[in-house]
């Protein structure tokens, strides 16, 4: 794992969070209790700043960034962001989950208990309603998630606060 300050600003991240090998995180970045970054994940808050709420995944290769002066990013609590993932100055709220390799742009807003459809582009400005399933390219609401759909999404972020708590006791 690689932690940078930049700018004078630090990661500030919870002693509870597993940051996997090869794992970066710079600058204005805070991280929440039970939070995980997985391997060669990238989390560059150079320009302006990202939180990261806490039991949040960040799985393997995604990239998290931000935009100059406009566009910060933030996540919130138990959000899965899937492998390949690319969140760019938006605002993912609790409980939502990102599909592998999906793209989420500059503005736009993920509401609470949500699901990106793996693949997906979210263009810049969407504003996506709570409880969603989105999908496509440009991303567009399909339907509502039922209260069971969307309790896998928690049960998925839960399986990975247990997880990165085994990885980061065999890594100690």
């Given at each position: 794992m690689n932690i940078y300050g930049y700018r004078n600003k630090f990661p500030q991240i919870n002693p509870s969070v597993f940051l996997?090998?090869?794992?970066?995180?710079?600058?204005?970045?805070?991280?929440?209790?039970?939070?995980?970054?997985?391997?060669?994940?990238?989390?560059?808050?150079d320009v302006n700043y990202i939180r990261i709420g806490e039991g949040t995944?960040?799985?393997?290769?995604?990239?998290?960034?931000?935009?100059?002066e406009k566009f910060p990013l933030?996540?919130?609590?138990?959000?899965?962001?899937?492998?390949?993932?690319?969140?760019?100055?938006?605002?993912?709220e609790d409980r939502c989950l990102i599909g592998i390799g999906a793209t989420i742009l500059d503005g736009a807003k993920i509401g609470e208990g949500s699901?990106?459809?793996?693949?997906?582009?979210?263009?810049?400005?969407t504003q996506i309603p709570p409880g969603s399933l989105v999908m496509g390219a440009p991303a567009k609401v399909k339907k509502k998630l039922s209260p069971e759909e969307q309790e896998r999404i928690v049960n998925t972020s839960k399986h990975y606060i247990k997880l990165a708590a085994e990885y980061r006791e065999a890594l100690a």
């Open positions: 996997a090998p090869l794992s970066v995180v710079i600058g204005d970045v805070v991280i929440g209790a039970e939070s995980s970054i997985w391997y060669h994940t990238i989390v560059r808050g995944n960040v799985q393997d290769a995604s990239i998290l960034h931000v935009t100059r933030e996540i919130g609590n138990l959000v899965t962001i899937g492998h390949h993932a690319k969140v760019h100055g938006c605002v993912v699901l990106v459809a793996a693949g997906s582009l979210v263009t810049p400005g």
